[in-house]
C-alpha cells in the first residue's frame, strides 16, 4: 500500500518568500500531523488536523498556518521565510482512534 | 524534547554485537513506537508496542515496555554497518492525542 506522499521533497527559498509544503494521507487516514525537525534536532510538532479540522497545536509561528482539505490532504504555508525555518518537514497520518502515526519521507526546506 | 528521552546519546559498537537503546517518557500512553533515521533523511517506523504490551519482536529488533517505569528498550541483535543510523523513541500521549519523540541515540556501528 502506498505511504505517505510528501511534495516537494526538496525546496530551496530566498529569506521573506512564502512555501507552501504538501502532504497525501494513507488511504482512509483522517488525521494530519505536521512536525519540524532542525538540524541535530529531535522532531518537534508543529500542528494536526482531524477531519478537516485543527485538533492541536504544537509550536507552529504565527507565520505558518495549514488546512486539510476534502480529500484529507494537508498543506503547510509558511509567509515571510527566515534561515531558522531551514529544516526537515515531516508529516504523518493516522487513524484518528488507532493513533498509529505514519510518516511521510519528508520534505527538506532550505532557506538561503 | 518534549516527552521522551533516549538513552545513551550515542553508542559505538561492532558489527555483529547487540545494540540497545532505552528511552523513558513522563505520562500515560496509548502505544510507543520506534524509528530510525540516517542522517538528513526521513523517518522510518520499526515498530509499534501498545501500552498492554510487555515484549515485541520484528526482525532483529526487540522492543520491551515497562509502563510502571515508564521505560522502553530497543535491542538490536547481531547489527550490521548499515543499522548506523539515529533512532528515536515516540510516545502517543493517551488522552491528548500528542504525540512526542525523544532526542533519540545514535548508533554507530563499524563494520
Known sequence: ???????????IKEKRETATLKCYPISRHDTVYW?????????????????????????????????????YHSELN??????????????????WESGERFFGPGTRLTVL | SQQGEEDPQALSIQEGENATMNCSYKTSIN??????????????HLIL???????????????????????SSLLITASRAADTASYFCATDELNF???YFGSGTKLNVKP
Open chain 2, 49 to 71: 508496542i501498545r501500552s498492554n504490551e510487555r515484549e515485541k519482536h520484528s526482525g532483529r529488533l526487540r522492543v520491551t515496555l515497562d509502563t510502571s517505569k515508564k521505560s
Open chain 1, 35 to 71: 512536525y519540524q525537525q532542525g538540524p541535530g534536532q529531535d522532531p518537534q510538532f508543529l500542528i494536526s488536523f482531524y477531519e478537516k479540522m485543527q485538533s492541536d497545536k504544537g509550536s507552529i509561528p504565527d507565520r505558518f498556518s495549514a488546512q486539510q482539505f476534502s480529500d
Open chain 2, 31 to 44: 502505544n510507543l513506537q520506534w524509528y530510525r533515521q540516517n542522517s538528513g533523511r526521513g523517518l522510518v
Open chain 1, 78 to 95: 509558511m509567509s515571510s521565510l527566515e534561515l531558522g525555518d531551514s529544516a526537515l518537514y515531516f508529516c504523518a497520518s493516522s487513524l
Open chain 2, 97 to 99: 492525542n500528542k504525540f
Open chain 1, 1 to 11: 500500500a502506498a505511504g505517505v506522499i510528501q511534495s516537494p521533497r526538496h525546496l
